[in-house]
T-cell receptor, first 116, second 113 residues
Framework: GAVVSQHPSWVICKSGTSVKIECRSLDFQATTMFWYRQFPKQSLMLMATSNEGSKATYEQGVEKDKFLINHASLTLSTLTVTSAHPEDSSFYIC????????????FGPGTRLLVL | GDSVTQMEGPVTLSEEAFLTINCTYTATGYPSLFWYVQYPGEGLQLLLKATKADDKGSNKGFEATYRKETTSFHLEKGSVQVSDSAVYFCALTPNSGNTPLVFGKGTRLSVIA
């Protein structure tokens, strides 16, 4: 199947700093990517839809000024957690559909963020 | 809105036991259905999918059949292995194309030797 990478896989930062997470589709182009957040032993929560060339669409309750999304190219989307606080600690996962008609999405390996 | 309901876990089985994880859905139209698997500390991997009624998806000994009449997509495996221990997510996309997946809550499977 198609491959999606994320970087970094692990990040520890101090409260108040910003952290950038990259999501790349390695062997296909993705006009749309999705960002999810996952709490321990829970399902994935959709945060936002990243659209190449236009603004991201955020789900209700997600602060767009705190979670900045930039879809810089057809293979790269970034999520920046600004002024991170301990409650932002979580597992962040991105996904991308290769553009077929059946809706299949491929997921990155995830980024674990710990804010001290 | 669209939703996915899957059986609550955790499920604990002995090696070589038969596995069923139930999944039912509510959706308008004709969604595509998926099973994803998540191993500890990792992202989700596509396990299998079905895009229309009566389709059977299969992979690595797992299979699931798209049953429109019962709005179900139950995951089965005839003989589980310790390496199958993971969290399994049932999901759908309401439409084809670039729409987000709707996930069930996940079912944790533990297989003991």
């Amino acid at each position: 199947g198609a491959v999606v990478s994320q970087h970094p896989s692990w990040v520890i930062c101090k409260s108040g700093t910003s952290v950038k997470i990259e999501c790349r589709s390695l062997d296909f182009q993705a006009t749309t990517m999705f960002w999810y957040r996952q709490f321990p032993k829970q399902s994935l929560m959709l945060m936002a839809t990243s659209n190449e060339g236009s603004k991201a669409t955020y789900e209700q309750g997600v602060e767009k000024d705190k979670f900045l999304i930039n879809h810089a190219s057809l293979t790269l989307s970034t999520l920046t957690v600004t002024s991170a606080h301990p409650e932002d600690s979580s597992f962040y996962i991105c996904s991308a559909p290769p553009g077929g008609h059946d809706g299949t999405q491929y997921f990155g390996p995830g980024t674990r963020l710990l804010v001290l | 809105g669209d939703s996915v309901t899957q059986m609550e876990g955790p499920v604990t089985l002995s090696e070589e036991a038969f596995l069923t994880i139930n999944c039912t859905y509510t959706a308008t139209g004709y969604p595509s259905l998926f099973w994803y698997v998540q191993y500890p500390g990792e992202g989700l991997q596509l396990l299998l999918k079905a895009t229309k009624a009566d389709d059977k998806g299969s992979n690595k000994g797992f299979e699931a059949t798209y049953r429109k009449e019962t709005t179900s997509f139950h995951l089965e495996k005839g003989s589980v292995q310790v390496s199958d221990s993971a969290v399994y997510f049932c999901a759908l996309t309401p439409n084809s194309g670039n729409t987000p997946l709707v996930f069930g809550k996940g079912t944790r499977l533990s297989v003991i030797a």
